[in-house]
């Protein structure tokens, strides 16, 4: 039984450490990218924020990818979240958790409570839902922060506010306590190039700093076309099959 346990135990630390090589050189890998991309376009890489989205992947691989540096992890679903957030809190320094799914009003108590940023309000009715959320939640004077996320094809289903909404929205989340307007957050419509969609989002952008000059974040691009977001002007890219892979089948909140 003994030399049994002893076999599992140091499979087990082999496997993590696999785990561990693998995703190094994946994070490696998009890093050489962000730091090109921004080279390309004139940019510091520094300016970038990478948000490492593990949606399905275990908590383990939070913790692993919080050895390799990472500090900003992407979710979007709050189940999943939250049950992370929980199993990680103890790391040190903290990571900074981001929901960027599509969010229902009735999940804003639990959001509000682990999240340090929103990457997805596009209604006024969810604005009023986090608002109420982020001052129950006792945040210790930590502000919610969020980005209204922008509808670049305006497709019914995909989420995001028609540009033309993004100035009342962020007055609506300017006048809550509790909450922060960030910036803008979107997500490229797959029938057209990216780069042209990104363009598309940087007056939205510029029009929201000339009223919220602290709203300086754009969270736009992930695995497939962080180049283009960068060269539009991305101060944050959302990544994570280019790091962690094919997803699992299967939730593996543990």
Same mark, same amino acid.
């Given at each position: 039984?003994?030399? !049994?346990? *002893? !076999?599992?135990?140091?499979? #087990?630390?082999?496997?993590?450490?696999?785990?561990?090589?693998?995703?190094?050189?994946?994070?490696?890998?998009?890093?050489?990218?962000?730091?090109?991309?921004?080279?390309?376009?004139?940019?510091?890489?520094?300016?970038?924020?990478?948000?490492?989205?593990?949606?399905?992947?275990?908590?383990?691989?939070?913790?692993?990818?919080?050895?390799?540096? +990472?500090? *900003?992890?992407?979710?979007?679903?709050?189940?999943?979240?939250?049950?992370?957030?929980?199993?990680?809190?103890?790391?040190?320094?903290?990571?900074?958790?981001?929901?960027?799914?599509?969010?229902?009003?009735?999940?804003?108590?639990?959001?509000?409570?682990?999240?340090?940023?929103?990457?997805?309000? *596009?209604?006024?009715?969810?604005?009023?839902?986090?608002?109420?959320?982020?001052?129950?939640?006792?945040?210790?004077?930590?502000?919610?922060?969020?980005?209204?996320?922008?509808?670049?094809?305006?497709?019914?289903?995909?989420?995001?506010?028609?540009?033309?909404?993004?100035?009342?929205?962020?007055?609506?989340?300017?006048?809550?306590?509790?909450?922060?307007? #960030?910036?803008?957050?979107?997500?490229?419509?797959?029938?057209?190039?990216?780069?042209?969609?990104?363009?598309?989002?940087?007056?939205?952008?510029?029009?929201?700093?000339?009223?919220?000059?602290? #709203?300086?974040?754009?969270?736009?691009?992930?695995?497939? *076309?962080?180049?283009?977001? +960068? #060269?539009?002007?991305?101060?944050?890219?959302?990544?994570?099959?280019? +790091?962690?892979?094919?997803?699992?089948?299967?939730?593996?909140?543990?």
């Amino acid at each position: 039984m003994e030399a !049994r346990e *002893d !076999r599992e135990a140091r499979e #087990a630390r082999e496997a993590r450490e696999a785990r561990r090589e693998f995703l190094a050189g994946r994070l490696a890998a998009v890093r050489e990218r962000i730091a090109d991309a921004a080279r390309a376009a004139g940019r510091d890489h520094t300016e970038i924020t990478l948000i490492t989205v593990t949606k399905t992947w275990p908590a383990e691989d939070v913790r692993l990818l919080a050895g390799l540096g +990472i500090r *900003d992890v992407g979710e979007n679903q709050d189940q999943q979240a939250s049950a992370k957030a929980a199993a990680c809190a103890g790391l040190a320094p903290a990571l900074s958790w981001h929901f960027i799914g599509q969010l229902q009003s009735n999940k804003a108590p639990s959001v509000a409570r682990y999240a340090d940023m929103v990457h997805s309000v *596009d209604r006024a009715s969810l604005v009023s839902a986090l608002g109420k959320a982020a001052e129950r939640a006792g945040r210790a004077g930590r502000e919610l922060r969020c980005l209204i996320q922008v509808s670049l094809d305006g497709t019914a289903g995909r989420g995001g506010a028609h540009p033309d909404e993004v100035l009342r929205l962020a007055a609506l989340i300017a006048g809550r306590p509790g909450l922060t307007v #960030a910036g803008v957050m979107a997500v490229a419509p797959p029938q057209e190039p990216a780069g042209e969609a990104f363009a598309r989002l940087r007056p939205v952008r510029e029009r929201l700093l000339g009223e919220h000059p602290g #709203a300086v974040v754009m969270s736009a691009g992930m695995s497939g *076309d962080l180049e283009a977001a +960068i #060269a539009a002007g991305a101060t944050h890219v959302r990544v994570g099959s280019a +790091i962690l892979g094919h997803r699992p089948p299967a939730p593996l909140p543990h």
